[in-house]
């Protein structure tokens, strides 16, 4: 069975960081690509910040609220990623939830898993 366990959310001023922590695990297929996502009430799920498996630590993309703040990142011999965020807004508040791309290398078929989410929440 296929588990996404986050962790690192927390309470923080505004101005301050928090690292969050996705492992990854119970599944025999590959990891294509690692990344979180954010739900504020109310809001829609919106991209924070994906990376892709391969060489030199994979391709990454931001979403445009973030870009230059949070920084993803990924070990790809434990199946892990983190997001370090730096310089919280409280726009950030949120609740942000780990996804992982699997694909079956055999058959091309592919899986989506998400994590059952952590709470960021910045205060002002």
């Known amino acids: 069975q296929v588990q996404l366990v986050e962790s690192g959310g927390g309470l923080v001023q505004a101005g301050g960081s928090l690292r969050l922590s996705c492992a990854a695990s119970?599944?025999?297929?590959?990891?294509?690509?690692m990344g979180w996502y954010r739900q504020a009430p109310g809001k829609q799920r919106e991209l924070v910040a994906v990376?892709?498996?391969?060489?030199?630590?994979?391709?990454?993309n931001y979403g445009d609220s973030v870009k230059g703040r949070f920084t993803i990142s990924r070990d790809n011999a434990k199946n892990t990623m983190f997001l370090q965020m730096n310089s919280l807004k409280p726009e950030d508040t949120a609740v942000y939830y780990c996804?992982?791309?699997?694909?079956?290398?055999?058959?091309?078929?592919?899986?989506?898993?998400w994590g059952q989410g952590t709470q960021v929440t910045v205060s002002s």
């Open positions: 119970g599944s025999s297929f590959s990891i294509r690509a």
């Open positions: 996804h992982a791309l699997f694909r079956d290398d055999d058959w091309g078929n592919t899986y989506n898993y």
């Open positions: 990376i892709t498996s391969g060489g030199s630590g994979g391709r990454t």
